[in-house]
T-cell receptor, first 111, second 113 residues
Framework: SQQGEEDPQALSIQEGENATMNCSYKTSINNLQWYRQNSGRGLVHLILIRSNEREKHSGRLRVTLDTSKKSSSLLITASRAADTASYFCATDAYYGQNFVFGPGTRLSVLP | NAGVTQTPKFQVLKTGQSMTLQCAQDMNHNSMYWYRQDPGMGLRLIYYSASEGTTDKGEVPNGYNVSRLNKREFSLRLESAAPSQSSVYFC????????????FGNGTRLTVT
């Protein structure tokens, strides 16, 4: 079963525009993480946000977390063609402490 | 700094054949994981090892076995491959299971005919 679900499934934007992806989850969490996956490669960790945090920044990335709505968003500002990838959110599972991944958002940044 | 190394990168098996996927990490991480990735399904956890000497089932363990050979190495074995096991397999490691980032290998694409 998937704890997290990203939205939209696919997103296509022009270089320089901002990209926003959302993640909704079903049960209470301790942590939420965002990962990027380039085609044919493994996932790369972007940001971890804890349940007592509301917002985190890393370079052009901004992640928000709203535990009351059980949702998170990933904003990529001033996107570049190199940002083209799939983006996944991962949340704590209810059992153990292993992260459960959603199906991802496929982002295409057009030059 | 290699990170997480998986071998092989590609494999084709016939139904009923067996194989072992190898994974090694050089980051001195305690925890290691095996995931499979199928289109539209995200990543699903097969097995994990919270620390050397322990292994536990994840979401989809049926048809697989694992061995935590030492702190560095964690292998995944398919004893009798089935077409439903065609997938991309990822090994990952982390400092611990308690909310620390996962570091992934580049995957093994397995096709079972």
């Amino acid at each position: 079963s998937q704890q997290g679900e990203e939205d939209p499934q696919a997103l296509s934007i022009q270089e320089g525009e901002n990209a926003t992806m959302n993640c909704s989850y079903k049960t209470s969490i301790n942590n939420l993480q965002w990962y990027r996956q380039n085609s044919g490669r493994g996932l790369v960790h972007l940001i971890l946000i804890r349940s007592n945090e509301r917002e985190k920044h890393s370079g052009r990335l901004r992640v928000t977390l709203d535990t009351s709505k059980k949702s998170s968003s990933l904003l990529i500002t001033a996107s570049r063609a190199a940002d083209t990838a799939s983006y996944f959110c991962a949340t704590d599972a209810y059992y153990g402490q292993n992260f459960v991944f959603g199906p991802g958002t496929r982002l295409s940044v057009l030059p | 700094n290699a990170g997480v190394t998986q071998t092989p990168k590609f494999q084709v098996l016939k139904t009923g054949q067996s194989m072992t996927l190898q994974c090694a990490q050089d980051m001195n991480h305690n925890s290691m994981y095996w995931y499979r990735q199928d289109p539209g399904m995200g990543l699903r956890l097969i097995y994990y090892s919270a620390s050397e000497g322990t292994t536990d089932k994840g979401e989809v363990p049926n048809g697989y076995n694992v061995s935590r050979l030492n702190k560095r190495e964690f292998s995944l074995r398919l004893e009798s491959a089935a077409p439903s096991q065609s997938s991309v397999y990822f090994c990952a490691s982390s400092e611990s299971t308690g909310g620390t980032p996962l570091h992934f290998g580049n995957g093994t694409r397995l096709t079972v005919t």
